[in-house]
């Protein structure tokens, strides 16, 4: 298990940030999933470094995710 924090900025969610422990191997797209908020899936943008990350990018311990509220339209 590796330590990742992950900071909730959804315009409809904010929460402080949280460490999680998840799988070593966990990859952006299975994050989630991974801290039981795969209900997420399709609606949070996950930022890492400020740079949206390929949902096959497998996390490292230690690191900071942003999720970020998908916005469409025009």
């Given at each position: 298990?590796?330590?990742?924090?992950?900071?909730c900025r959804?315009?409809?969610?904010?929460?402080?940030?949280?460490?999680?422990?998840?799988?070593?191997g966990t990859t952006?797209?299975?994050?989630?999933?991974?801290?039981?908020?795969g209900?997420?899936?399709g609606?949070a943008l996950l930022v890492?470094?400020?740079?949206?990350?390929?949902?096959?990018?497998?996390?490292r311990?230690?690191?900071?995710?942003v999720?970020?509220?998908?916005m469409?339209?025009?």
């Amino acid at each position: 298990m590796i330590p990742v924090t992950v900071d909730c900025r959804l315009a409809w969610r904010k929460l402080p940030p949280r460490q999680f422990l998840v799988p070593e191997g966990t990859t952006v797209g299975g994050l989630l999933d991974a801290i039981g908020e795969g209900e997420l899936n399709g609606h949070a943008l996950l930022v890492i470094d400020k740079q949206a990350c390929e949902s096959e990018r497998v996390l490292r311990a230690g690191e900071r995710v942003v999720l970020l509220s998908v916005m469409c339209g025009g």
